[in-house]
């Protein structure tokens, strides 16, 4: 199954390509081949704007946050904010997955993914 993946990843990738070269975008995606061969490239989870869901220790339900900021830390961490004070609610690795909640049991990017953890945190 991995393999059927990994091909039609690559596919759309050379679609992607392909595309650039017709439409004269040739020289961002060379920028951006570059930039991530240098370690300069990230992939936020989810953009300003954006909800958050949050499991809190404090509340019986789903807390939603709204995203004021993203800041890639020193450590390559990417930390998620919704609140120029003490609005830290996770952090997110390069690759845009969520993993550290120094203050919730619980961030997702979606209501579903927190209502579901939610229901194991309570069996």
Known sequence: MQFETDKREAYEL?????????DGTYDRLHALAEADRDG??????????DTVYCISDCSDGVDERTIDRLVV???GRISISDGP????ICYADELGKIVGNPFWSGA???RAEAEAALGK???
């Open 73 to 75: 830390c020193n450590d």
């Open 14 to 22: 050379m679609q992607i390509a392909a595309r650039a070269c017709v």
């Open 40 to 49: 300069r490239c990230v992939v936020l989870p989810c953009k300003v704007g």
């Open 121 to 123: 945190e309570q069996q």
């Open 85 to 88: 004070y003490d609005g830290h």
């Open 108 to 110: 997702f990017l979606t």
